[in-house]
């Protein structure tokens, strides 16, 4: 399905664009942390390629529902809400995940129709993501909330909570 094009939500406002700046002027500084932090390593290589490094499974008819945890921690705490979606009829979950603590549970996790580290939080990434995913709606939890993320849905007029 062609979702349509909000172009008035990408361009947002003066903190939009200061952030957009920072996103794009850290890369280079956190690549140097990682240097000497195996977490963060693990989370760049693992976000590197965004969504084409995605594991999708086959497509269908049905409604997917994008739900994004930041961590082990969080995923525990939506096991259940995971759970009751996959038992839901016409619906298929997707995972997102930051954290290298949750790559192994969610890659082990039986039923998710798509994950994979959230992509990078810039825009033209999160627009890309979501496209190919194509959610009816994104559920994030708890605080791990990305702008650029939440831009990118509203562009794309995917609901977001």
């Avoid at 690549?31 to 963060?40: E, P, T």
């Avoid at 790559?103 to 996790?109: C, D, T």
């Avoid at 959610?135 to 849905?153: C, F, G, Q």
Wanted: proline letters at 6%; one cysteine or more.
């Amino acid at each position: 399905m062609r979702r349509r094009f909000n172009r008035s939500v990408v361009h947002g406002g003066f903190w939009y664009r200061v952030y957009d700046l920072v996103c794009l002027l850290s890369p280079l500084p956190v690549r140097l942390i990682s240097l000497f932090n195996r977490k963060l390593a693990r989370a760049l290589k693992g976000k590197r390629g965004g969504a084409d490094r995605w594991e999708i499974g086959m497509g269908d008819e049905r409604r997917c529902v994008l739900l994004h945890v930041a961590s082990y921690g969080e995923l525990e705490g939506v096991l259940p809400l995971i759970d009751r979606l996959q038992n839901t009829a016409g619906l298929r979950v997707a995972l997102s995940f930051s954290s290298p603590s949750a790559e192994k549970a969610v890659l082990s996790l039986p039923g998710i129709w798509a994950r994979g580290y959230l992509p990078y939080d810039q825009l033209y990434r999160q627009l890309r993501f979501l496209a190919r995913i194509d959610p009816s709606v994104v559920l994030i939890s708890k605080h791990d909330i990305w702008p650029n993320m939440i831009r990118a849905a509203r562009a794309l007029e995917i609901p977001a909570f």
